[in-house]
């Protein structure tokens, strides 16, 4: 692994077919293509609580929560409120699970790599070796409070939810009133489904994760029909303006069909994922493309099964309560 950048083996790179190996930037043939040299695929597996009424996922010894009886009845009441169409609360429901699947393999991962610097220095304690990695959620108690995670002149950054995040950047166009108020009419630059980081010695990470649960490339915050302004002002300037001497990776998490051609050996980067790649890279940010972990049931047939299911009973039973 290279000895300046501890995510390098996961960072895209050239590779040549005709000499069977990766290249630096500098080398140019004509069938050259992107591709990853170590594809970070470990294995997952759910766990049934309650009936259903809670689905945990495990991946490389961590546990974490994908849905339990909370998030059913708020999906319910919203679905009750709102009358969302089912097909539109499936997708809400399997992005949500989608984000918290991606909190977990950052978790991971970044466990990992810990591990792998750890055994490089051969010492015997990650304190001596000033090894510190892990990702932000929001504790329990105050789950749903919006609280701040960080916050400087410029912007702010707050939870949205149990693992994701939404960047507040501030109106300089204030009038009198709204400036007491800077937090209900900020700007939103966009929202964030992860965060994470590593420290090794003086060295500091910050990965900027971002999951998509469709089987087309398609990432939210790279949306120009969402957003008027460019991904570097709305993502990246912010996270170097609150985490200044950090190096910033984005985290990828997608089905891998979406982002690799799987007819090339080694894996091909397809021509999408290949241009965020691209675009980041012209502003030193390196990206990590990371497929979403298999599973003996998708996220898609879990959130079906919670709308089909669990919420309409849930709904109903709100309805007679209300009566």
Same mark, same amino acid.
């Given at each position: $692994?290279?000895?300046? #950048?501890?995510?390098?083996?996961?960072?895209?790179?050239?590779?040549c077919p005709?000499? *069977?190996?990766?290249?630096?930037?500098? @080398?140019?043939?004509?069938?050259?293509?992107?591709?990853?040299?170590?594809?970070?695929?470990?294995?997952?597996?759910? @766990?049934?609580?309650?009936?259903?009424?809670?689905? !945990? &996922?495990?991946?490389?010894?961590?546990?974490?929560?994908?849905? *339990? +009886?909370?998030?059913?009845?708020?999906?319910?009441?919203?679905?009750?409120?709102?009358?969302i169409?089912? *097909?539109?609360?499936?997708?809400?429901?399997?992005?949500? $699970?989608?984000?918290? $699947?991606?909190?977990?393999?950052?978790?991971?991962?970044?466990?990992?790599?810990?591990?792998?610097?750890?055994?490089?220095?051969?010492?015997? !304690?990650?304190?001596?070796?000033?090894?510190?990695?892990?990702?932000l959620?929001?504790? =329990?108690? @105050?789950?749903?409070?919006?609280?701040? +995670?960080?916050?400087?002149?410029?912007?702010?950054? =707050?939870?949205? %939810? &149990?693992?994701?995040?939404?960047?507040?950047?501030? *109106?300089?166009?204030?009038?009198?009133?709204?400036?007491?108020?800077?937090?209900?009419? %900020?700007?939103?630059?966009t929202?964030?489904?992860?965060?994470?980081?590593l420290?090794?010695?003086?060295?500091?990470?910050?990965?900027?994760?971002?999951?998509?649960?469709?089987?087309?490339?398609?990432? @939210? !915050?790279?949306?120009? #029909?969402?957003?008027?302004?460019?991904?570097?002002? =709305? &993502?990246?300037?912010?996270?170097? !303006?609150?985490?200044?001497n950090?190096?910033?990776?984005?985290?990828? $998490?997608?089905?891998?069909?979406?982002?690799?051609?799987?007819?090339? #050996?080694?894996?091909?980067?397809?021509?999408?994922? #290949?241009? &965020?790649?691209?675009?980041?890279?012209?502003?030193?940010?390196?990206?990590?493309?990371?497929?979403?972990?298999?599973?003996?049931?998708?996220?898609?047939?879990?959130?079906?099964?919670?709308?089909?299911?669990?919420?309409?009973?849930?709904?109903?039973?709100?309805?007679?309560?209300?009566?």
């Open positions: $692994m290279d000895t300046v #950048n501890h995510f390098a083996e996961y960072i895209p790179r050239r590779y005709a000499l *069977d190996t990766l290249v630096d930037e500098s @080398h140019s043939c004509e069938k050259d293509y992107l591709s990853i040299s170590h594809l970070f695929l470990p294995s997952a597996k759910l @766990h049934d609580l309650s009936e259903g009424e809670c689905v !945990s &996922v495990t991946i490389g010894g961590i546990t974490t929560i994908l849905y *339990d +009886a909370t998030d059913i009845l708020w999906w319910a009441k919203k679905k009750q409120e709102q009358d169409p089912e *097909d539109e609360l499936v997708r809400g429901i399997k992005g949500v $699970m989608g984000e918290r $699947m991606l909190s977990l393999l950052m978790e991971y991962f970044l466990q990992v790599v810990s591990h792998y610097e750890e055994e490089k220095k051969g010492e015997s !304690s990650f304190k001596e070796n000033n090894i510190i990695s892990g990702v959620r929001e504790p =329990r108690k @105050h789950r749903g409070k919006g609280y701040i +995670a960080r916050f400087n002149n410029d912007y702010l950054l =707050r939870f949205k %939810g &149990v693992s994701n995040f939404v960047i507040l950047k501030k *109106d300089t166009h204030t009038d009198v009133v709204t400036s007491y108020q800077q937090e209900r009419f %900020g700007l939103i630059s929202e964030i489904d992860g965060l994470g980081y420290h090794v010695g003086d060295e500091r990470y910050l990965l900027i994760g971002e999951s998509f649960t469709k089987r087309e490339f398609n990432l @939210h !915050s790279w949306n120009k #029909n969402r957003h008027t302004n460019g991904i570097e002002e =709305r &993502v990246f300037d912010p996270f170097k !303006s609150l985490f200044p950090h190096h910033l990776i984005y985290f990828v $998490m997608g089905y891998e069909e979406s982002l690799f051609d799987l007819n090339f #050996n080694p894996l091909r980067i397809k021509g999408d994922p #290949n241009k &965020v790649y691209t675009k980041l890279k012209e502003i030193g940010v390196d990206t990590c493309f990371v497929p979403i972990p298999k599973t003996d049931k998708s996220l898609l047939l879990l959130a079906e099964t919670i709308v089909k299911q669990k919420i309409g009973l849930v709904k109903s039973l709100l309805t007679h309560i209300q009566q």
